[in-house]
């Protein structure tokens, strides 16, 4: 994936129109062409110019459904049934730093699969066993081997066969778990 050159995001502007407005280069785009910026490695802020509202998020999940409808399931039926009980369950704090620390490992192991095709092409794919082992282990220690989106709410064993690295991930995964639990106590 192509790394964005200027961390500075693209802003986009909504019109009263409901027109998008591309203000580096001053012309109009779709979410055709939003999805494209992504794509490229672009992040984008997309803001109302009447109200100065953030509607980045809301432009996001539109251009995410619009993929599906047309077919391009990327999101399984059990994950978005996971997604909207997380919306009404107390995993609802959770749910957004797992789903971002989840999507940081995936990034990070492509980028190291890729880097192993490149100098390994024929070999198995080395990493790709590490990389789910440390997302068993992530979710292990944030739901505390308890899942609570499986329908009966049960606990899953846990398993018994676990490197010092896996061990180590853990340990880390614990700890930030702890840190999570601390400041939503002093939330509450």
Do not use: C
């Amino acid at each position: 994936m192509p790394v964005a050159e200027d961390k500075k995001p693209l802003l986009i502007k909504r019109y009263a129109s409901r027109r998008l407005y591309n203000t580096e280069t001053s012309d109009y785009v779709t979410l055709d062409d939003i999805a494209g910026f992504i794509r490229d490695g672009r992040e984008v802020q997309i803001v109302d110019l009447k109200t100065g509202d953030d509607l980045t998020r809301q432009y996001l999940l539109q251009i995410i459904a619009e993929h599906e409808s047309r077919g391009e399931n990327m999101l399984p039926v059990n994950v978005l049934n996971d997604l909207v009980r997380s919306y009404t369950t107390q995993a609802q704090s959770m749910v957004p730093q797992f789903l971002q620390t989840s999507f940081e490992m995936l990034r990070e192991g492509q980028a190291k699969m890729m880097e192993n095709m490149a100098s390994n092409p024929m070999g198995k794919m080395p990493g790709l066993e590490a990389m789910q082992a440390q997302q068993e282990a992530f979710l292990k220690a944030m739901t505390g081997g308890f899942n609570p989106w499986s329908a009966a709410g049960t606990s899953q064993p846990a398993s018994e066969e676990t490197s010092e690295e896996e061990g180590e991930d853990l340990d880390e995964i614990k700890k930030q778990l702890a840190e999570l639990q601390d400041k939503l106590s002093k939330l509450k």
